[in-house]
């Protein structure tokens, strides 16, 4: 290492105070912008889900539920979209009243609820995963194609950076939502 550069915690090279007051502004650009950003892919999403009747709420549980291998417990639910379990059994509910999930005891665990995606369910969740890729396609394909491809290779290794924070499940329990 070069002289005046220590090594942080991480093990990567510390180049001084300006540096880091550089890093750390350029962060926060990239923070703001990424915020902007997911706005308008929720503004989009929400858009386009409207025709469907779902509240975004409800849409992030019920893609949830529809990639998931396996029904899915009312915990586990809460838990990957970071929301208490008295909300996730409001939003399946609602799901549940729509005809797109169905509800069963656990024959594992019969005090758990297990969710699973209805046949009209799975035809609804196809037609949400069109819609959002449309969204995203419409924000996206603006940049080059090399350009989306480093965007997306720099957005996979944050969130992997995040969730390897050590001592806790990332800053924000990981970017994703796709848990």
Request: aromatic share 0%; glycine share 6%; charged share 35%.
């Given at each position: 290492?070069?002289?005046g550069t220590k090594e942080t915690r991480n093990g990567r090279p510390r180049h001084g105070a300006r540096a880091e007051a550089g890093s750390e502004?350029?962060?926060?650009q990239i923070g703001e912008s990424v915020t902007r950003?997911?706005?308008r892919l929720r503004a989009g999403s929400a858009r386009r889900l409207a025709p469907f009747g779902l509240t975004?709420?409800?849409?992030?549980?019920f893609r949830m539920v529809g990639r998931a291998?396996?029904?899915?417990r009312m915990s586990e639910i809460a838990r990957r979209i970071q929301i208490v379990p008295r909300s996730a059994t409001t939003i399946i509910e609602g799901l549940e009243t729509k005809g797109l999930v169905a509800r069963?005891?656990?024959?594992?665990?019969r005090r758990s609820i297990l969710v699973r995606v209805t046949d009209a369910g799975a035809r609804l969740h196809r037609?949400?995963?069109h819609a959002r890729d449309r969204t995203a396609v419409e924000l996206f394909s603006r940049l080059a194609p090399p350009d989306q491809a480093a965007l997306a290779a720099l957005l996979v290794a944050a969130e992997a950076a995040d969730e390897q924070t050590p001592g806790e499940k990332g800053l924000a329990g990981g970017i994703g939502s796709r848990r």
């Open positions: 290492m070069g002289e502004k350029l962060a926060t950003l997911a706005r975004d709420a409800e849409a992030r549980a291998p396996a029904p899915l069963e005891i656990d024959p594992a665990d037609e949400i995963g």
